[in-house]
Structure formats: C-alpha cells, structure tokens
C-alpha cells in the first residue's frame, strides 16, 4: 500500500466514533491499531468519485425505465482468493447471471459483486466449538482467521491493511472489466459492494471530492448496514449517511415499519432516487406478514428507494449433519413472494441480492444437491452457504418468468 495524504481527508472521524457501534472487534490495545489506522487514513481511494455518480445515476432510473438490479458473490471473501485466475471467475459468474435475467426479461440489468472489500462479517454468536475448545468466532478475514486456533482467532488490526491491498487488487480488475465492456458499462457495471461493517476501516477510508467538497466512502461503490448495525443513532447509520454513496439497509423479520422508516430518514432525508436500496431478508413464511406494511409506509413518506430481495439469509437451516444450509425452493419462493408484495403494492421489485460460489459448491440443497447427505461433497465457505452457479440460474430463470418484458 502506498501512502497518498494529498488525497486522504484527515477529519473523517466524524460523530459516529462517540456513537455505540454493534460487531466491532476489540483490537484498540493492539500494538498496531494506531499504525494501521494511520496507514489507511493516508491511502489512495479504492474507488473514484464520478464511479459512485455514475452507479447512483444507474440506480435512480430503475423505477422509471424497469430496468433490474443483480447484487450477488460470496458471502465472505476470502484474502487467498483475489488473484487474478479467481476475480475473473467471479466476474464470469456475474455476467453469466446478469445477462441471463437481461435476456429472459428484455431489460437492462446492473450488476453488483459482492466483492472488493466482504471481508467482515456479523456474528451471532460471539463464540463457537471446535470439537471440545471453545474459541471466538471467525468474523472475516479483516478481523481474524478462518484457522481455528485460540490464537489465530485473536481480532488483529493489521488484517484491515491486508484487506485494503485486496480490495485493490479486486477494483482494478473491476474497473478493467468495466472498461473492456465498453459504454454499456457506465450503466451495468459490474460495481464493487460489501457490508461497511468495521467502523475502523470504514471510516479511515471517507475522503472529499475537491470538486463538490462531497464526501464519499472509497472502499465500494455501494456500501450497506446489516440487519444487527441498522440502528439510526448508532456509528454505522451516521457513517453512511455523511456519504454520497448510494448505499443499502437489510431488512430482517423483525422490523417494524416505524423502525425502517427512522432508517430511511436518516440515510435519505432528502429523498433522493438512486441514494437507498432497501433489502428485505426475511424467510419464506415471515415476509408475506412483515414487509407489506413496511413497503406502504416507506412509500407514503415518499422515500424513492430502491427495492431488492435476499432471499438467502432468513432461510438459513442447520442440517442433520451439523452444516448450515438454504433450500432452494425456499430460496425461490420469498423472492417471488416480494415481488408479488412489491407489484401489489404498486412499487418495482428491483432485482435480487444474493450469495453464489464461482465454482461448484455443494452448500445449498436443489438442483444437482438433491440432499443433505451431498453437502459434504464441495463445501467450502467461510461463512454461509452459497449457492452454485447452477442453482442460482434456476433462482434467476424463476423470477424472470413473472417480470413482463420491457425496456
């Protein structure tokens, strides 16, 4: 990592860092916290200014040309897997799918990786077993390893360097990518996005346009807070909402429609088109009952937000042989049920969010995993499951089959 303070914006900690902020590792006493944060407050932007205008312009006219948003990859990104071989990969995997939804549907469709920076991960549990040792959890690559050792799991700072010189190599590819796709580019992308988790890194990375002394988040294009960090008064809202990025908000089970509505305030008091993507995850059952109402009040306050189902992480079971998994049919059905809510309720069901391998994993049952005993065969995240390339084209062909052909 080269230092470049002409471009970094030393003032970046901002009122979020007296704010409480959920999932955070406990690495101020580490010897290198403040070398490391230092280090990341002078370092060049990931990404550019007129990137993240150009994906907010992108986004702003979903509603009025129909056009479909496709925000999938891992769900963690692992630091072994950003050479060349498998970010070219990841990238065929996105093209693969966003041209197939394009194609069955006859619309444009933005893609959107979930890569370039997924390295941090929200935990349930603050701990997990090991055969018989108890050690904290894995939190992402940023934060600690996947190595299950007492000391390996110690949160260590330095990982946010490691993880900022990973994301570089994984932008730059991007951006090559874009560019060799030629102007449709400026619309489609593929564009960067993980959850803006550590407060941290984030906020080390917040510089100012010296054209429009706006501030943007450099570490993605399209940051969102999680379902466990969407609180308004907390350090994660605050963040985001000082940004020009468009940026997004998980939507669990439990939400209430004021609770999304205090959300939407905070990251869109202006009411912006392009600026919010809200994204239920709910599981098959809980969102025919939990988001309608949410959806009529965030559009009675008139919030233009950007609607896009996960279906993935409220359908998350545990199998008999002790893995996570997701059904696919269950997978397939809350993204149908919300776009039947959207469309009853006279707003665009966008497109999907989801978590897909770039190989053939065998995480999630349906399709060519006809059951539990298969998952054992290929199962290799860090974190959730996923689903293979195979089983996210049944996801997609499902959904294009409801979505009336336009422009």
């Known amino acids: 990592m080269q230092s470049s303070s002409s471009t970094a914006d030393l003032t970046q900690l901002g009122p979020w860092a007296d704010m409480p902020a959920a999932q955070q590792p406990d690495w101020r006493d580490h ?19 007129s990137e993240i205008r150009r994906l907010r312009w992108s986004l702003s006219r979903l509603m009025t040309t129909g056009a479909l948003l496709l925000q999938l990859g891992d769900c963690a990104e692992s630091f072994y897997e950003c050479a060349p071989r498998h970010i070219s990969q990841k990238l065929r995997v996105i093209d693969k799918l966003g041209d197939r939804l394009s194609e ?3 619309r444009s469709v933005i893609r959107v990786g979930r890569m370039g920076g997924q390295f941090a991960k929200p935990r349930s549990q603050e701990t997990e077993r090991h055969g018989t040792l108890i050690m904290p959890s894995f939190r ?15 949160p260590d700072p330095r990982r946010m360097l490691w993880a900022y010189d990973a994301s570089d190599k994984v932008q730059q590819a991007m951006q090559t990518h874009r560019q060799g796709n030629g102007s449709m580019a400026t619309m489609e992308g593929p564009w960067s996005s993980h959850e803006a988790l550590v407060i ?39 963040l985001l909402s000082s940004v020009i990025n468009p940026v997004g908000c998980k939507i669990g089970p439990t939400a209430s429609p ?32 939990v988001l309608p109402p ?23 079971v545990k199998s008999r042989l002790g ?22 309720n006279g707003q665009h069901a966008a497109g999907l969010h989801i978590e897909v391998a770039a190989d053939d994993v065998t995480e999630c049952i349906g399709g060519s995993v006809e059951n539990e005993d298969e998952l054992q065969r290929h199962y290799t995240s860090l974190c959730d499951p996923r689903l293979n390339v195979d089983q996210a084209t049944e996801l997609v062909e499902a959904w294009a089959k409801g979505t009336a052909t336009g422009s």
């Open 294 to 316: 949410i959806v009529r009040c965030v559009a009675n306050a008139g919030h233009p937000v950007v609607w896009l189902s996960d279906p993935m992480h409220g359908n998350t």
């Open 31 to 49: 010897a290198a916290y403040h070398a490391a944060c230092q280090r990341l407050a002078s370092a060049p932007p990931l990404v550019t200014a």
């Open 323 to 344: 893995l996570k998994t997701r059904h696919l049919t269950d997978v397939i059905t809350e993204a149908l049920r919300f776009r039947d809510i959207l469309e009853e």
């Open 200 to 238: 941290d890194y984030e906020s080390r990375l917040i510089r100012r346009d010296p054209d429009t002394d706006d501030l943007f988040l450099t570490s993605t294009h399209l940051p969102w807070v999680g379902e466990r960090t969407r609180r308004p008064a907390d350090a994660h809202v605050s």
């Open 140 to 154: 992402g690559h940023m934060i600690n390893s996947d190595i299950a050792t007492p000391v390996t799991r110690k």
């Open 104 to 106: 069955l549907t006859g």
């Open 258 to 289: 004021d609770e999304i509505l205090r959300v939407c305030e905070a990251l869109d008091p202006r009411r912006e088109p392009g600026r919010l993507v809200l994204i239920p995850r709910m599981g098959r059952d809980r969102i025919q009952e």
